[in-house]
């Protein structure tokens, strides 16, 4: 799996172009979901860049009130593909574990549809429930994640099960950009807060999905591999956690 990818919610304008640009620039993992609305533009964007399909990750995520093994093929027709990377189980359902879910997309794996699977907006508890039920272990859990809000336990977890973590929301919703512990560390490393954002996903060993639609977006977002945050500094961003949530809580402890 790519290192970190691009974001697509609410990529609905010149989604096509905003994809081709962003494969033309490095981008090797896009991110999309079944209610995105950017699959078809998504599909157009990658044949437009000639990049090898060997040479792309895409993960994609069916609803909780689907039929996933269903919405998995639908996805994959909007997408213009034989099989994705990655299918997430978007969420839980509001009762249970989803294990009906998860056998529908265990299903699409056994058939090729997909490489791997998981889930996103997990607790640990319910992936342990989920496992338990099932015997498959996701391969990932996306959930949002930023300094301003993250988990040790989640990421102990994870690591001991070996399952990924993919950070959503890894820039706030530009809701923290301008915090000032932010704005200082990206002062002396001479990089923006959102590159700060990333890096720390980077050396968390977890998958940042930044979104960015905007070319200069698209272009600062990737230029994060020629510096190094110490230690100390990964310290003091991860004492920013106060368990923020851009869209309201976040599912995990
Ligand atoms: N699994 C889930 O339940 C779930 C939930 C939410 C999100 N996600 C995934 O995670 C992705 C990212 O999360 P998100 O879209 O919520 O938020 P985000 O990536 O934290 O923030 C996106 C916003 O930041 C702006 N931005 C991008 N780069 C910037 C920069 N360098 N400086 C300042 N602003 C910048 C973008 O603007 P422009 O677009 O104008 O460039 C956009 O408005 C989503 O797109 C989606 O793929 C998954």
Request: glycine share 10%; hydrophobic share 35%.
């Amino acid at each position: 799996m790519p290192v970190m990818g691009l974001g697509t919610w609410q990529l609905t304008e010149d989604t096509a172009g905003v994809i081709q640009s962003a494969l033309e620039l490095g981008y090797r993992l896009i991110d999309t979901s079944g209610d995105y609305g950017t699959q078809p533009g998504i599909g157009q964007g990658i044949r437009r860049s000639g990049v090898a399909r060997s040479d792309f990750y895409l993960v994609t995520k069916v609803e909780e009130t689907d039929d996933a093994y269903e919405a998995t093929r639908r996805n994959l027709e909007e997408l213009g593909l034989d099989r994705a990377d990655l299918i997430l189980l978007h969420r839980p359902p509001e009762s249970g574990t989803g294990e009906d879910l998860w056998l529908g997309l265990m299903r699409a794996k056994e058939e090729g549809l997909a490489t791997d699977i998981g889930v996103s907006n997990y607790s640990a508890d319910l992936i342990d429930a989920l496992v338990e039920a099932t015997g498959e272990t996701p391969a990932v859990n996306q959930i949002e994640w930023s300094p301003f809000g993250h988990s040790e336990d989640m990421l102990r977890y994870t690591a001991d099960n070996g399952i990924v973590i993919q950070g959503y929301s890894p820039l706030t919703r530009m809701k923290r950009l301008d915090e000032p512990t932010l704005l200082a560390l990206a002062d002396r490393y001479g990089k923006t807060p959102a590159q700060i954002l990333i890096r720390w996903n980077l050396q968390l060993g977890t998958v940042p999905l930044p979104k960015a639609s905007k070319p200069g977006h698209l272009q600062e977002n990737i230029d994060v591999f020629d510096v190094h945050i110490s230690d100390e500094d990964m310290s003091r961003l991860n004492r920013l956690n106060e368990r923020f949530s851009s869209l309201g809580t976040l599912p995990y402890e």
